[in-house]
């Protein structure tokens, strides 16, 4: 009677993790369908060739470049098979309805890679292609980022269809939720989420008190950052604290979307995010609070505030974050690369030790 109630049981599960996987598929394909179906950004090409610093050693673009006769460029296949070399700055400069098409390009593309894996027994040239298509979003982003912070805020919340309406802050717990559930996080994929989630809330709540150590320095209204640092004398010695201050914070966000994206996410993960969240661009912060909230981890407020560690040990976890990203290559872009040693990986992520050494690392990936 035991051994017949535990089949019947292991055969409810087995059914209900079919549904579950068709039911995953079936929305991936309306998604698929809706880019492919929804109209394509009107854009205008720039063709000024502009030389530019790729700042290598600064960010990781390994695989990504293409030396040329302008320099050391990235070449981007949205815009065809043979692609479209452009460097660094090129990319920065684009406008906002330039980086919606090619969005709309790579997301079309993933699409329908994605939907040849899903149906297809011959995956080799679809695999090869989306990893393709992945190294090539994370380089726009990266050159964007580091290139044009403010053209990338806005291409990180408004709508990229060529259609007006709410940006991404008007997406619901959910949305993530199901999205979460069509990526299909593994356990050692979701410890490390956690374990970013804790060390870079916990840098940032470093760098907040520096800043305001700073900022108690000056008189008047330091409400605005930018314009405090204008405003302070260049004689004075706080003016260059306060920009590396601000360097430092927006080098963490770059650092945190490259982890979350290259190393923990694996290609096709990646590529199911983009595809389910078109026409936006997910909040990475977001879908962090909602993966923490399933695990009923503690706020984010708890960590900004220190959570019981000295500022310095949230300076030296974040370099060893910084260790791991030079980890991140070709070769590992389509799997899991482990943030924290599964083994030692406990049930709570506050306690999961770092799979790499506790030592001073330099902050520059």
């Given at each position: ?176 939720v199901e999205m979460l559930a069509a990526i299909d996080l593994t356990e050692p994929q979701q410890l490390d989420l956690m374990h970013l989630r804790r060390i870079f809330y916990g840098r940032l709540g470093q760098l907040l008190r520096e800043r ?135 049930p709570h992520p506050d306690t999961a030790k770092p799979a790499f050494p506790k030592t001073p690392f330099d902050l520059l990936i």
């Amino acid at each position: 009677m035991q051994s017949q109630l535990a089949e019947t049981t292991a055969q409810l599960r087995a059914l209900k993790l079919q549904q579950k996987q068709l039911e995953a598929r079936n929305v991936l394909l309306e998604h698929v369908a809706r880019i492919n179906q929804g109209p394509m950004p009107s854009s205008q090409s720039a063709h000024n060739t502009i030389n530019s610093d790729l700042g290598q050693g600064n960010i990781d673009l390994a695989g990504l470049i293409d030396n040329t006769d302008k320099g050391p460029v990235i070449r981007l296949t949205a815009y065809g098979k043979q692609g479209r070399c452009m460097t660094i700055k090129e990319i920065s400069n684009m406008s906002f309805e330039e980086l919606a098409a090619v969005h709309t390009a790579y997301a079309r593309k993933l699409g329908q890679c994605l939907l040849e894996l899903a149906t297809s027994t011959d995956t080799g040239r679809a695999e090869a292609e989306m990893q393709n298509c992945t190294m090539e979003t994370h380089a726009l982003n990266l050159c964007v980022a580091i290139g044009n912070p403010r053209s990338f805020s806005r291409f990180h919340s408004q709508r990229l269809d060529g259609l007006s309406g709410a940006d991404n802050s008007h997406l619901s717990d959910t949305f993530y939720v199901e999205m979460l559930a069509a990526i299909d996080l593994t356990e050692p994929q979701q410890l490390d989420l956690m374990h970013l989630r804790r060390i870079f809330y916990g840098r940032l709540g470093q760098l907040l008190r520096e800043r305001k150590q700073l900022l108690s320095k000056l008189s008047g209204d330091t409400s605005d950052l930018y314009r405090t640092i204008e405003a302070v004398p260049e004689s004075t010695d706080i003016a260059p604290q306060l920009r590396d201050n601000g360097l430092a914070e927006y080098r963490v966000y770059c650092q945190f979307a490259s982890a979350f994206f290259r190393g923990i996410f694996t290609c096709k993960q990646h590529a199911v995010s983009a595809v389910y969240s078109y026409p936006w661009i997910p909040v990475k912060h977001k879908m962090l609070e909602v993966l923490a909230a399933q695990r009923h981890q503690p706020s984010a407020e708890r960590y900004m505030d220190g959570d019981g560690l000295e500022d310095l040990q949230h300076v030296i976890n974040w370099q060893q974050l910084s260790e791991y990203l030079k980890t991140l290559n070709t070769a590992n872009l389509t799997q899991h690369v482990p943030l924290i040693s599964c083994k030692r990986a406990s049930p709570h992520p506050d306690t999961a030790k770092p799979a790499f050494p506790k030592t001073p690392f330099d902050l520059l990936i």
